[in-house]
C-alpha cells in the first residue's frame, strides 16, 4: 500500500476523521503544525489516534505561514510516496515540495479561493506569480470550490486543477426526522460572529420573524469578534427571551444536535467561500435560507428549488422564512433533494474523489518523471 502524508495547517476535526476515510486506500499520515488556531472553539479537539500527529519546532504560527524545523526530518522517515499538501503558503509545504521533487515523488496540493480581506477573489498580483513559478512542477491541484478551480486554471495558469471539496462530517446528520416539529420554530445561525457573515443582519431578520410568529426562537454561534455587538442589538430590539448563543457545546460530536434542534438555517452573508454549516444543513434536512453571494457550497441551494437564495435584505430574508412557516410541505421536499446533493461531500466519497485523483497522477507519472521522458 502506498505511504502517502497530508500537511496542513491545524489538526480540524474532519481532516483528522478525514485521515482514517484515506487509510482505506494509502497508508496515510497527517501531519499538522497546531492543535488548532486561536479563532476555533474548545470542542473542536478530538482525539487524533495514531495517524495524526502535530509537528514539532514550529515557527511563524501568528502569521500562520508556519515553518517545522523538523519537516525534513519526519519526511526522511516516513519516506512516502505521495505527497499532499494543505494550501501554499505554509513554509513547510514550501521545503515538503522540493524534497518530493527532488526525490522525483508526486505531489498535490489542496487549496481554497485567493481572496482578498473583503471577499473578492484576489487576480492575477505578485503572490499569485510566485505561487505559480516555485510550485510550477506540482501535478495536479486540488480546490475547494469551482471558483477556486477557476482562478488557479484560467487565472493563474496552473495545468492540472481539480474541482475538489474539503471532506464533511456529516453522516451522523442523514437521520435527522422531517421538520417542522411542533408548534414552536427555532431558526439557527450557525456561523461565526464575523462582519462577512452578517449576524447583525441575521438579527434584523429575526426581530421582524419574531414580530409575526412570537413562538419563534434564534440560536446562535457563541464566537467571534461581533458578540458584544450582538449582545447590544438583542437587548436593543427586545430579544433577550428568545435568542440564546451555542455556548453550551460539550465536543465536535454534540454538534448533529444542534442542527437536530432547528427547523431553518439564517445565513445573509455579505460573502463566503462557502461554509461546512451548509452542508450539515442540508444533511440535516433543515429549511435553508441563504446569501446569494455565498460561493462553493452556497450554490448547491437554488432560489425556490431546494431553499430559497437570496440578496441579503430583511424583508427578502423574511419572506423566505414566511415561505416555509406558510407551507410545511417544503420542509420534506427540499430535505430530500439536498440530501441527495451533499452524499457526495462525505468523508468515503471524498475519500474516494482523492483516489481517483492521485491514481490518475500515478498512472500520468510525476512532472518530473514526464520532463525525464521528453529528454530522453
Not at 481532516?15 to 488556531?37: G, N, T
Amino acid at each position: 500500500m502506498r505511504r502517502l502524508v497530508f500537511i496542513s495547517n491545524m489538526a480540524a476535526p474532519y481532516q483528522v476523521k478525514f485521515c482514517q476515510a484515506l487509510r482505506e486506500y494509502y497508508d496515510a499520515q497527517f501531519w499538522y503544525h497546531v492543535r488548532l488556531e486561536a479563532n476555533r472553539p474548545a470542542w473542536w479537539r478530538i482525539p487524533l489516534g495514531p495517524h495524526n500527529r502535530i509537528l514539532e519546532h514550529v515557527v511563524l504560527t501568528r502569521s500562520q505561514h508556519y515553518l517545522s524545523f523538523d519537516i525534513v526530518r519526519e519526511l526522511e522517515r516516513y519516506d512516502p510516496d505521495v505527497v499532499l499538501l494543505g494550501g501554499l503558503t505554509l513554509l513547510s509545504n514550501a521545503v515538503a515540495y522540493l524534497w518530493a521533487k527532488s526525490r522525483c515523488r508526486p505531489v498535490l496540493a489542496f487549496t481554497e479561493l485567493r481572496r482578498t480581506p473583503q471577499g473578492e477573489p484576489r487576480g492575477v498580483d505578485a503572490m499569485a506569480a510566485l505561487l505559480r513559478t516555485f510550485y510550477a512542477g506540482l501535478d495536479c491541484i486540488l480546490t475547494s470550490s469551482a471558483e477556486a478551480a477557476v482562478q488557479f486554471r484560467n487565472d493563474y495558469h496552473f495545468p492540472h486543477v481539480v474541482s475538489a471539496n474539503y471532506p464533511a462530517d456529516i453522516d451522523g446528520y442523514f437521520h435527522h426526522l422531517p421538520r417542522p416539529r411542533g408548534a414552536r420554530r427555532e431558526i439557527l445561525f450557525p456561523n461565526r460572529l464575523v462582519e462577512l457573515y452578517d449576524p447583525l443582519l441575521a438579527l434584523d431578520v429575526f426581530a421582524e420573524v419574531h414580530r409575526r410568529h412570537a413562538e419563534t426562537r434564534m440560536k446562535m454561534n457563541a464566537s467571534g469578534p461581533l458578540r458584544q455587538a450582538c449582545e447590544a442589538q438583542i437587548s436593543a430590539l427586545g430579544l433577550s427571551e428568545c435568542v440564546a448563543f451555542l455556548d453550551n457545546i460539550a465536543s465536535w460530536d454534540a454538534l448533529p444536535q444542534v442542527y437536530d434542534d432547528a427547523d431553518i438555517m439564517l445565513l445573509p452573508a455579505r460573502f463566503s467561500v462557502g461554509n461546512f454549516t451548509i452542508v450539515e444543513g442540508m444533511a440535516s434536512g433543515m429549511g435553508m435560507v441563504l446569501s446569494n453571494r455565498i460561493q462553493g457550497f452556497g450554490k448547491l441551494i437554488e432560489e425556490g428549488r431546494n431553499g430559497f437564495s437570496r440578496d441579503p435584505q430583511v424583508n427578502s430574508f423574511v419572506n423566505a422564512i414566511e415561505l416555509y412557516f406558510g407551507n410545511a410541505r417544503l420542509f420534506p421536499a427540499h430535505a430530500a433533494m439536498n440530501r441527495e446533493l451533499v452524499r457526495r461531500y462525505t468523508l468515503a466519497e471524498t475519500a474516494r474523489l482523492f483516489r481517483d485523483v492521485v491514481e490518475d497522477v500515478m498512472v500520468s507519472g510525476t512532472n518530473c518523471a514526464r520532463t525525464e521522458r521528453k529528454s530522453q
